[in-house]
């Protein structure tokens, strides 16, 4: 009885073991691949966001949001319909990118993206990630550009 049990606790460690290390690898696999393609999520972000500014302005028929980029490579946002911008800032060391919303309410914090690595099965990749979960970048930016505009994060019903 006591050889059957001695044995089966110690595959049972050796399986933890084996998971344990696994899953450090895949983080270390996620951490090498969130750096390396970092810039290209921030590009995509920041075409993004210009994307959905030249829509806006298209829909107004007026220049609305003027986006432009910082000599730091920051992106800033303007609303002339309320004089409020909204400044984009990408941390390459930490991977991470912050938005400072000037048309959110003063007791509301900066959003913050994380830029992280994951496995498709075949590949690696990378994308934004908000409270552990993928962002959804259309809605996240329609979202900021809705309250720097002052109509609020959703539409009405």
């Given amino acids: 009885m006591r050889d059957e049990s001695t044995r089966q606790a110690a595959q049972e460690f050796l399986a933890a073991k084996l998971t344990e290390e696994a899953q450090k690898q895949e983080d270390k696999l996620n951490q090498e691949t969130a750096v390396a393609r970092s810039l290209q999520v921030w590009k995509s972000f920041r075409e993004a966001i210009f994307?959905?500014?030249e829509e806006w302005n298209t829909v107004t028929q007026e220049q609305t949001l003027t986006c432009?980029?910082?000599?730091?490579?920051?992106?800033?946002?303007?609303?002339?319909?309320?004089s409020k911008y909204m400044t984009i800032h990408y941390d390459s060391r930490k991977?991470?990118?912050?938005?400072?919303?000037?048309?959110?309410?003063?007791n509301e914090k900066d959003l913050q993206l994380q830029i992280?690595?994951?496995?498709?099965?075949?590949?690696?990749?990378?994308?934004?990630?908000?409270n552990n979960e993928p962002a959804n970048i259309?809605?996240?930016i329609l979202g900021?550009?809705?309250l720097l505009s002052g109509i609020g994060r959703q539409r009405s019903a």
Avoid: F, M
């Fill in 116 to 130: 992280e690595g994951y496995s498709t099965g075949s590949e690696r990749s990378a994308h934004l990630v908000r």
């Fill in 95 to 106: 991977l991470l990118v912050t938005i400072r919303n000037a048309g959110r309410r003063e």
């Fill in 144 to 146: 900021e550009l809705r």
């Fill in 138 to 140: 259309p809605v996240l």
């Fill in 68 to 82: 432009k980029e910082t000599p730091l490579g920051d992106l800033r946002v303007w609303c002339a319909a309320t």
């Fill in 51 to 53: 994307s959905q500014c």
